[in-house]
């Protein structure tokens, strides 16, 4: 059966890497594929490469600046495809993606079996990806795959799924009132909504690392309300398959962790989610704070900690980073003289 895959790609402002990202997807092996560019209001040079690549297999929208959410929600009004696969504008689908997942696939009009994939971290080069395999890479039932979620601190990006439309229809559109970790819940309502999540060893995707969708860049009561409203929906989606000890108790974990962490970064705590905790059975443990409030020595020995911290991170993220550049640019500069050569 050669069922027709449809690509969303939101886009603002990527005129660095839209072209790749495009590219990757019409290079599939799997050739039964339209590509659907939406251009979110870009003021680069984004919508002006779209037009270079457009053909009958890629349509390209434009419209005013809505986040990514709202864009990806465009392409799905247009999108015809039996499977959906979304693809950040950065990213980079493997040329045999597509095609190893359908081979797991059933193929059947009601499908509601969901397909994930590996995925490795880049900056520049591919090659120098990094991966990092986790508990969720392998077959799992819906409730299995969420409590491992909460668990174990795992995460899949949005790019590692093929959704069949069944699953597509059953959770809707994306939140476009979240502006952090809209992808994140959206996983969880798509697990929830599906009969199994297969994983397939051999589908792959990259992802680049450009500080995307970072909390600690966009510091603002919003963007605190949007992190909280993620994690309770998550939450929402386990309890609604089973609510139990055992998948409270991982709820428990899963809201303490992203509370900690958004306590750590110096944000306030929305007070649901100490209501939340006690709902869950539990209590937040914000130790960072019990410890500031025993005094200004204890105060600034975890403060300069975490500067500490903060800082050699940000150093070692920026060499990283800059040395993965210098190569990518080195390699690029060398292929231009042999091409002048030629």
């Known amino acids: 059966m050669n069922v027709l895959v449809s690509v969303i790609i939101p886009a603002y402002n990527a005129e660095k890497w839209i072209r790749a990202s495009v590219e990757s997807a019409l290079n599939q092996t799997w050739q039964n594929i339209e590509v659907i560019v939406i251009d979110d209001g870009s003021n680069d040079q984004t919508y002006c490469i779209l037009q270079t690549v457009q053909n009958k297999n890629v349509k390209v929208i434009s419209q005013g600046n809505r986040g990514a959410a709202a864009a990806r929600n465009k392409g799905l009004q247009i999108a015809q495809g039996d499977y959906i696969q979304f693809l950040d504008s950065d990213d980079i689908l493997e040329t045999g993606k597509i095609r190893s997942q359908l081979n797991k696939a059933d193929l059947s009009p009601h499908s509601m079996v969901l397909l994930s994939s590996g995925f490795g971290t880049f900056y520049y080069q591919i090659k120098r990806a990094k991966v990092k395999p986790s508990i969720l890479w392998q077959d799992l039932m819906p409730l299995e795959w969420l409590i491992?979620?909460?668990?174990?601190?795992?995460?899949?990006?949005?790019?590692?799924?093929?959704?069949?439309?069944?699953?597509?229809?059953?959770?809707?559109?994306?939140?476009?009132?979240?502006?952090?970790?809209?992808?994140?819940?959206?996983?969880?309502?798509?697990?929830?909504?599906?009969?199994?999540?297969?994983?397939?060893?051999?589908?792959?995707?990259?992802?680049?690392?450009?500080?995307?969708?970072?909390?600690?860049?966009?510091?603002?009561?919003?963007?605190?309300?949007?992190?909280?409203?993620?994690?309770?929906?998550?939450?929402?989606?386990?309890?609604?398959?089973?609510?139990?000890?055992?998948?409270?108790?991982?709820?428990?974990?899963?809201?303490?962790?992203?509370?900690?962490?958004?306590?750590k970064e110096g944000f306030d705590v929305p007070e649901e989610a100490y209501r939340l905790a006690e709902e869950l059975g539990g209590k937040l443990d914000i130790s960072r704070q019990k410890l500031l409030e025993s005094g200004p020595v204890i105060t600034q020995l975890l403060e300069g900690k975490r500067l500490i911290k903060g800082c050699f991170n940000t150093v070692y993220e920026v060499a990283v980073r800059s040395w993965d550049y210098l190569l990518y640019r080195s390699i690029d500069k060398l292929l231009e003289r042999n091409i002048k050569w030629l």
């Open 148 to 263: 491992n979620r909460f668990n174990e601190r795992a995460w899949i990006i949005n790019s590692s799924w093929l959704i069949p439309r069944g699953i597509i229809e059953a959770a809707g559109a994306w939140d476009e009132n979240l502006t952090v970790d809209d992808d994140g819940e959206y996983s969880c309502r798509l697990v929830s909504k599906s009969e199994m999540v297969k994983f397939c060893s051999k589908a792959w995707v990259f992802y680049r690392q450009s500080g995307k969708n970072s909390l600690s860049k966009k510091r603002s009561n919003v963007a605190i309300s949007s992190q909280y409203r993620s994690t309770e929906l998550s939450i929402a989606y386990l309890r609604g398959i089973e609510d139990s000890k055992r998948t409270r108790d991982a709820c428990l974990r899963f809201l303490q962790r992203r509370m900690g962490s958004l306590h």
